[in-house]
């Protein structure tokens, strides 16, 4: 099944399964939806597009936050849903074991909560909807060396937004299990979260690294997004250095169509709060969700119009 028929499927399965628009607000229910990302990052837009969609098909109240990964700070928004009394939390993870205690203490009070985006096993999260990360890094790093973009001894650069944040470090180990064995080397680079801040540190890495970087792999949306704009204030032409990573923005399906990115990965940010939400809301009902629902699709320029267009509201 091909990706267009396979989300025509999904979509048409949806239409059967959930109820009109608004008939859920006679029971309307108040659910949270935590993210680790920062408000100025293009594809959390899209995440928060699927909640806000979410919240207007069913009637329920939806409130959000950001928190641009900062941990005391997620963390003391996802104990107010819980004092609130939430029907409901989705949440992403923004380190490794940073939401083991307040998942537990949701658990406790009975209010279902489901991580989003970043997976963490190691907190008691309900179900987990987005990407597998790790898978996405191994794939990414296959990638390159399955077309002979890379090949033993070169050296690959990953910026990345947050350091050590779960997302970088899931991917990085998935890049790992290929590049280790074939000792191809790596180094991941601090960005920060700040659009301008990005192109001048990327800008400034390329500069003083002119000559060694045989790949680039972007650990996240805002650093694979900024790879064109890099590249033209370094003199590096689209095609000279490989580059894979993140798609979920406009800025990566332009530069996937023009050259500058060969490979992207699609999240389904939209959909992955939308369904995340909806299975909150079945938890909320009784009926314990059980299972994880993996999102997500590598692109390349053949495939890249599709995403473009998802992301441009066509």
Known sequence: MTTVSRR???????????????????????????????????????????AEQWAEDTGNTVNTSFHSGDVPSHQEAIRAAIAAGADGIVTSSPDPGSLVEVASEANGAGIPIINMN???????????????????????????????LVSEGDFVWMPVEVPGATYGVQEE????????????????????????????????YMTANSGRIDAIIGLGDLVTGSVKRVFEQTGVAAGDIPVVGWGNSLDTTQEVLSGYVNAAQWQDPQATSYVALSLAAMAASGIPPGFDIITGALY???????????????
């Not at 499927?9 to 628009?21: D, E, K, T």
């Not at 990302?37 to 959390?44: I, Q, R, T």
């Open 173 to 204: 180990a998935g890049i790992a299990s290929v590049f280790a064995p074939l000792n191809i080397t790596w180094e991941v680079t601090d960005a920060t979260l700040d659009q301008g801040e990005i192109i001048t540190r990327m800008s400034d």
């Open 118 to 148: 970043t997976p963490d096993p190691s907190a008691s999260f309900d179900a987990y909807v987005g990407g597998d990360l790790e898978v996405y890094g191994r794939s990414w790093a296959q990638y390159l060396v399955d077309n002979e």
């Open 8 to 50: 025509l499927v999904l979509a048409a399965a949806a239409s059967l399964a959930l109820p009109a628009p608004g008939a859920w607000a006679q029971d309307a229910k108040t659910y949270y939806w935590v993210s680790h990302g920062s408000p100025a990052d293009p594809v959390w837009t899209y995440f928060l597009e699927g």
């Open 300 to 314: 390349e320029a053949d495939t890249a119009q599709i995403y473009d267009d998802i992301l441009s509201g066509n």
